[in-house]
């Protein structure tokens, strides 16, 4: 695969601009979002998680009943259910998809946030975890017959999934985190290792760190990377800039009363925030077009740096990380349905036809 798009679903229409609108659970906007990104040729959506957010089983199993094509990439946090138990969950669900799950692996890196849901391991204890956690389910979809384990944290005797994945008894591990001890554990098992929208360089360094990890396991050219952004489009780039403006004039409006960001701390735990604070101490905007306001302005709360320009500007943007080994990019607007038809219609054909044409050109090179 040589470049994957994947986009962002909620239960509910909302976003740093848009106000919370209907139910907490709305099936109808659900459905809307998955069918959207669908029909707008994205290659898988994100179902995101926290200790507040809703099922993501439950979210992801209606997404695959409402689309035929479109992947599901399921946030999940280890710790919180037997990973033999997250192993079926995991390959059910994969069935009810036709294939369809990819899983992103999120061992948490701030500890009020765990707390909500009653894990009081510090960092590196839940990345230890997660590197035990994983271990295992894997060889609960891969064990030829019943198997025994006993580590640190879990044990288990005789276990013997009775559904597998439906492909190669596998199903693609992404996996986030910064952090020194974060880029070990992902060397050992990601299939795809997930970055915040960093700068050029920044990205470079950490695809170095990790495949130097990868490299301990025999995996360095097995990895692949995902970098994560809010792209603003718009016919002309002065149009593009005003629009970025205009959506972080409406974001400061709705973040000055929201007690999540208000209660957010100046220096996020972190490692991905903290990184992201690093980026936009560089200025509004860094590496010509990388937009910064977003995560200025949020402390960082998750995917928040975006690229401004217009789709061919944008396009050439996303191609330099590509030239660094970038080869999916999870991008997402600020209006859910309206921005991933934009992409749709306007960026994603523009990047694949590009790196289509780049690797012909290497196609003819090497012939």
Request: aromatic share 8%.
């Amino acid at each position: 695969m040589s470049i994957e798009f994947i986009g962002f679903s909620a239960t509910q229409e909302v976003s740093e601009t848009v106000l919370p609108q209907g139910p907490v659970v709305n099936k109808s906007f659900l459905g809307a979002v998955a069918r959207a990104h669908e029909y707008a040729g994205f290659d898988r959506v994100l179902v995101a998680h926290s200790s507040a957010s809703v099922d993501g089983f439950q979210v992801a199993s209606y997404i695959a009943s409402q689309t035929d094509k479109l992947g599901i990439l399921l946030a999940h946090r280890p710790g919180f259910v037997s990973p033999t138990l997250a192993a079926r969950q995991f390959a059910t669900l994969d069935h009810f998809a036709d294939g369809r799950l990819a899983v992103h692996i999120i061992s948490g890196g701030d500890d009020t946030e765990q707390q909500r849901d009653g894990d009081f391991l510090d960092h590196d204890q839940r990345y230890q975890r997660t590197d035990e956690y994983l271990d295992v389910v894997k060889k609960t979809w891969t064990s030829e017959g019943p198997f025994d384990h006993e580590g640190p944290l879990y044990r288990f005797k005789g276990q013997n999934a009775g559904v597998r994945p439906v492909r190669d008894q596998h199903i693609p591990v992404y996996f986030g985190g910064s952090s020194d001890a974060a880029i070990e554990v992902a060397g050992k098992h990601a299939d795809v290792y997930a970055l915040w929208g960093e700068s050029l360089a920044q990205v470079e360094e950490t695809i170095k760190r990790v495949r130097a990890a990868a490299a301990k396991h025999g995996r360095a050219d097995k990895i692949r990377f995902s970098l994560s952004l809010r792209p603003v489009l718009a016919e002309t780039e002065e149009k593009a800039w005003a629009k970025a403006d205009a959506i972080l004039a409406t974001a400061t409006e709705r973040v000055k009363d929201n007690v999540h960001f208000s209660k957010r701390p100046q220096q996020p735990q972190n490692a991905g925030s903290q990184r992201l604070l690093e980026t936009a101490a560089q200025g509004k905007v860094v590496d010509e077009r990388l937009w910064t306001g977003i995560a200025a302005l949020t402390k960082a709360a998750g995917n928040s740096t975006g690229l401004v320009g217009t789709p061919e500007q944008v396009r050439d943007a996303l191609l330099k990380y590509w030239e660094l080994g970038v080869t999916t990019f999870l991008i997402r607007g600020f209006d859910p349905i309206q921005d991933a038809l934009q992409y749709g219609r306007e960026l994603i054909p523009l990047v694949r036809a590009a790196i289509a044409e780049r690797e012909a050109q290497d196609q003819r090179l090497a012939a």
